[in-house]
């Protein structure tokens, strides 16, 4: 007679072999009273897990400790329930094989399906008696379908040829499940780690697989990177973001200086997230911009087929940015709405004659993108994405790449959209252009855009410095943008020039009528003007430019359409062309080359610093941006009202 614990195993054997595939869901807790291994008296212990040899997942090494604590979730799939899972313990050692600290098997047929059992497994090694400490996890075995088993196994390849769905297609072609991009901006009060109290910091990324390994700053504890990358995340792979801080030395083992865990599962989607991490034991601090998008499937927030647009919710949007509340979140300016519709006639990047193109979205700060679309040239995206606006001058940048896998994604065309130029819903096909916004090129954007903000909060942040984008390029001394700035800075001196120049004429008669209007204007001026009618005088400016501006727009209204004209690019190696073809020389000749560099970087950027400011106080009062020029008309009214009241006072007084 069978007992109650061999009815419920063979229960359980029964349950196991009705299934053709699981997924086991592990949380690695942590490590207790491990072996020492290194001379120190500790050891750097890591932790594998494998299957029939094959390793699935490898965790972080938690340096110099005998009780490690990982807690780290991971998935590992399951195709043979009947063979163990071997888990094996390592001591870390740069530069030599790494230590054995001991190994134990989990046995998946003692599972109950889908209930999570928390389990301490002692380690072992072969031939020695001793305690070797234990190991805490929690395993859950999930079972899954014929169809999962035949995706996740797949993983390993790109492209699925098999029949099915498109959507099906799509997602199976798309093996992660969205885009971790991160901008390392910069760290501060970090740890000396070398003798002249200083350190090299350099940091270190691990998601799931994926990682990334930041470049070194020299001899600083407060370290600015600057660098921005990507990091794929998966569904059967951690979500927890770990970031280790190192120091680094070139002829001994690199130092650990601290460590910060990021849960993504915690952070909202499509948002970029301005994050300043603690590391433990208050190592220090890191300051780095975080955006989890380019989701997939119809699922997700930002999907317009699952997009339904609620009049109600615009309508609290129109009233959250009224005039009324202009003195609540000062910095809240207002609200951009983008959907990525689709795109037609993209350039071919593949030697299929094809494309991958995805759409990046850059607000300043910001970045969002969507999902890839494979093996086509008019992909169709369907995205909704949202911004919070803090400057209304801000520009909306919208670029399309080729994802090359294993490779840097390849440029396709860009968009440059002014928010003060957006046409509220209305939907428009964009021409794009090349990366410097210059000449058009292949491929069409269809965008519909929505932008709401209070006149208000934006006018008081005019008049305040930009927001630094962080992610900016380094300065290069080129001698076309040279041309181009000393040609800007010309143009604005030439116009001073020609000012003097018409005033030096009316007092020298060269054309009578000309002198003797500005003589009898120079009479009236002087017999009438008061310092409080200056005001006046900048308004009059305003409207002069205003009445050229409409009669110019009318007269040219019928040419504007013809901007949008489509022409083949032919300059599509200007990359190459950027960058500087240094000749080999002695050392002091190029120390003295890129002093000279330096200089005329130096002169560049002044000069793109003057022509920028000239060009901002002209267009200001030519009516190039009208929300601009207004705002300036509005201030100038403010400060001519109390002056011309102030003096009309004091003038009645006198009078009386």
């Known amino acids: 007679m069978d007992t109650p614990e061999t009815v419920d195993a063979q229960r359980r054997l029964s349950s196991l072999r009705s299934h053709p595939f699981f997924q086991l869901d592990v949380i690695l807790y942590e490590g207790r009273d491990l072996a020492v291994r290194d001379s120190s008296g500790t050891s750097?212990?890591?932790?594998?897990?494998?299957?029939?040899?094959?390793?699935?997942?490898?965790?972080?090494?938690?340096?110099?400790?005998?009780?490690?604590?990982?807690?780290?979730?991971?998935?590992?799939?399951?195709?043979?329930?009947?063979?163990?899972?071997?888990?094996?313990?390592?001591?870390?050692?740069?530069?030599?094989?790494?230590?054995?600290?001991?190994?134990?098997?989990?046995?998946?047929?003692?599972?109950?399906?889908?209930?999570?059992?928390?389990?301490?497994?002692?380690?072992?090694?072969?031939?020695?008696?001793?305690?070797?400490?234990?190991?805490?996890?929690?395993?859950?075995?999930?079972?899954?379908?014929?169809?999962?088993?035949?995706?996740?196994?797949?993983?390993?390849?790109?492209?699925?040829?098999?029949?099915?769905?498109?959507?099906?297609?799509?997602?199976?072609?798309?093996?992660?499940?969205?885009?971790?991009?991160?901008?390392?901006?910069?760290?501060?009060?970090?740890?000396?780690?070398?003798?002249?109290?200083?350190?090299?910091?350099y940091v270190k990324f691990k998601l799931g697989h994926e990682k990334y390994k930041s470049k070194f700053k020299s001899k600083t504890l407060s370290p600015k990177w600057m660098e921005q990358f990507q990091l794929h995340m998966f569904e059967d792979q951690s979500k927890q973001l770990e970031m280790t801080v190192w120091d680094r030395d070139s002829t001994t083992r690199d130092d650990f200086m601290g460590r910060v865990v990021v849960d993504l599962t915690s952070l909202e989607t499509e948002r970029t997230h301005n994050l300043e991490l603690n590391l433990e034991d208050g190592a220090g601090v890191i300051k780095l911009l975080l955006t989890?998008?380019?989701?997939?499937?119809?699922?997700?927030?930002?999907?317009?087929?699952?997009?339904?647009p609620i009049t109600q919710e615009r309508d609290d949007i129109v009233c959250k940015y009224r005039v009324a509340k202009s003195f609540h979140d000062i910095r809240d300016i207002g609200w951009l709405q983008v959907k990525v519709i689709k795109a037609e006639g993209l350039p071919a990047a593949d030697f299929s004659g094809k494309s991958d193109p995805f759409c990046v979205l850059e607000l300043v700060n910001d970045r969002l993108q969507t999902q890839t679309e494979y093996k086509t040239l008019d992909p169709e995206w369907n995205k909704v994405f949202t911004f919070n606006v803090k400057d209304i001058h801000s520009v909306l940048e919208v670029t399309v790449y080729d994802e090359d896998r294993d490779k840097k994604a390849e440029f396709l065309g860009k968009l440059a959209i002014p928010l003060m130029q957006i046409s509220c819903g209305e939907c428009k096909w964009y021409a794009l252009k090349d990366k410097k916004l210059l000449n058009p090129t292949k491929g069409f954007i269809q965008l519909e855009l929505d932008c709401v903000y209070n006149h208000f909060k934006a006018a008081i942040r005019t008049i305040n410095p930009r927001e630094e984008k962080f992610m900016q390029p380094d300065p290069k001394l080129k001698l076309s943008l040279l041309k181009q700035n000393v040609a800007r800075t010309s143009r604005i001196l030439n116009a001073i020039l020609d000012t003097g120049q018409f005033i030096q004429?009316?007092?020298?008669?060269?054309?009578?009528?000309?002198?003797?209007?500005?003589?009898?204007?120079?009479?009236?001026?002087?017999?009438?003007?008061?310092?409080?009618?200056?005001?006046?005088?900048?308004?009059?400016?305003?409207?002069?430019?205003?009445?050229?501006?409409?009669?110019?727009?009318?007269?040219?209204?019928?040419?504007?359409?013809?901007?949008?004209?489509?022409?083949?690019?032919?300059?599509?190696?200007?990359?190459?062309?950027?960058?500087?073809?240094?000749?080999?020389?002695?050392?002091?000749?190029?120390?003295?080359?890129?002093?000279?560099?330096?200089?005329?970087?130096?002169?560049?950027?002044?000069?793109?610093?003057?022509?920028?400011?000239?060009?901002?106080?002209?267009?200001?009062?030519?009516?190039?941006?009208?929300?601009?020029?207004?705002?300036?008309?509005?201030?100038?009214?403010?400060?001519?009202?109390?002056?011309?009241?102030?003096?009309?006072?004091?003038?009645?007084?006198?009078?009386?």
């Not at 530069?95 to 098997?105: I, L, Q, R, T, V």
């Not at 359409?561 to 083949?568: E, G, H, K």
């Open 505 to 656: 004429s009316c007092f020298t008669w060269e054309s009578k009528p000309r002198s003797a209007i500005a003589f009898l204007s120079f009479l009236v001026i002087v017999w009438n003007f008061e310092l409080y009618m200056l005001p006046v005088f900048v308004l009059l400016l305003f409207l002069w430019n205003w009445l050229i501006r409409q009669v110019a727009l009318s007269m040219s209204k019928d040419g504007t359409d013809q901007t949008n004209s489509q022409s083949q690019s032919d300059d599509e190696g200007e990359d190459d062309d950027d960058e500087e073809k240094e000749k080999e020389g002695s050392t002091s000749f190029r120390e003295k080359f890129d002093a000279v560099q330096n200089v005329c970087l130096r002169v560049q950027t002044i000069l793109d610093y003057l022509a920028s400011l000239g060009e901002r106080v002209k267009n200001t009062f030519n009516w190039s941006v009208p929300w601009l020029s207004t705002f300036a008309v509005h201030s100038t009214d403010c400060v001519c009202n109390p002056v011309l009241h102030t003096s009309a006072n004091y003038s009645i007084s006198l009078g009386n």
């Open 292 to 308: 989890i998008s380019g989701t997939a499937g119809s699922q997700g927030v930002s999907d317009l087929s699952a997009y339904t």
């Open 44 to 201: 750097d212990p890591y932790v594998k897990f494998k299957v029939s040899g094959k390793q699935l997942y490898k965790s972080r090494t938690v340096f110099k400790n005998l009780n490690p604590r990982w807690d780290e979730r991971f998935s590992i799939p399951i195709d043979n329930v009947f063979k163990p899972v071997q888990l094996r313990v390592f001591d870390y050692d740069r530069g030599f094989s790494d230590d054995h600290m001991g190994s134990a098997e989990i046995d998946l047929t003692q599972l109950e399906l889908e209930r999570p059992i928390d389990m301490k497994l002692d380690l072992r090694d072969s031939g020695i008696e001793e305690y070797l400490g234990y190991i805490s996890l929690q395993c859950t075995l999930i079972p899954k379908t014929q169809e999962d088993k035949e995706q996740t196994l797949g993983y390993g390849r790109r492209y699925f040829h098999h029949k099915g769905t498109d959507a099906t297609r799509k997602l199976k072609m798309q093996i992660w499940s969205s885009v971790v991009t991160i901008v390392l901006v910069e760290g501060y009060n970090l740890l000396p780690m070398d003798d002249n109290g200083l350190s090299d910091p």
